[in-house]
T-cell receptor, first 115, second 111 residues
């Protein structure tokens, strides 16, 4: 399996606090993505990166920011957590734009609960 | 109209049955197509890419109809281990192409 790890695996946090989720890859893939998965909505793209310091917004980016200071790490920050951000967060990597050829490889996910 | 639509199911089938899932997508400029499998409380994993000519991988066959914007997945001789949610996935063309996921179709294979 591709080397992609997410941390933490589980987190409970209070409303209004900042939270940072980390995605780390050892595959040297150019493209990295953050998705959230909620019942009834499926996987929705939050932000993505196409290189170091190159990021862009996805479908549901409000309330989230990202940073990619080196190829292997992509951080997702909830600036002030709200209960609506309770979700499972998946990071994904790809060597090609749009997952061409081999699709995306996903991390194991982070279960975030905002109370 | 949702970008990628699937019947949520669940599809309940006995072992050995053949089952087919369908998916439609709205963006005619979409370029890449995939089926992913997701087990309960796990991450999605790539099952197979979908090509215009159709492609087969063991018991799994995927078809793409660009004119109708329709993708299908056929599973023959279902196994208990095939029980999972199957996600239809389409590459959305943009500044940087990204993947858009359908909500998934749940398959339950029973003994």
């Amino acid at each position: 399996d591709a080397g992609i790890t997410q941390s933490p695996r589980h987190k409970v946090t209070e409303t209004g606090t900042p939270v940072t989720l980390r995605c780390h890859q050892t595959e040297n893939h150019r493209y990295m993505y953050w998705y959230r998965q909620d019942p009834g909505h499926g996987l929705r793209l939050i932000h993505y990166s196409y290189g170091v310091k190159d990021t862009d917004k996805g479908e549901v980016s409000d309330g989230y920011s990202v940073s990619r200071s080196k190829t292997e790490d992509f951080l997702l920050t909830l600036e002030s957590a709200t209960s609506s951000q309770t979700s499972v967060y998946f990071c994904a990597i790809s060597d090609f734009e749009g997952g061409l050829g081999y699709g995306y490889t996903f991390g194991s996910g982070t279960r975030l609960t905002v109370v | 109209r949702k970008e990628v639509e699937q019947d949520p199911g669940p599809f309940n089938v006995p072992e050995g049955a053949t089952v087919a899932f369908n998916c439609t997508y709205s963006n005619s400029a979409s370029q890449s197509f995939f089926w992913y499998r997701q087990d309960c409380r796990k991450e999605p994993k790539l099952l197979m890419s979908v090509y215009s000519s159709g492609n087969e991988d063991g018991r799994f066959t995927a078809q793409l109809n660009r004119a109708s914007q329709y993708i299908s997945l056929l599973i023959r001789d279902s196994k208990l281990s095939d029980s999972a949610t199957y996600l239809c996935v389409v590459a959305q063309v943009g500044g940087v192409s990204t993947l858009t996921f359908g909500k998934g179709t749940m398959l339950l294979v029973s003994p």
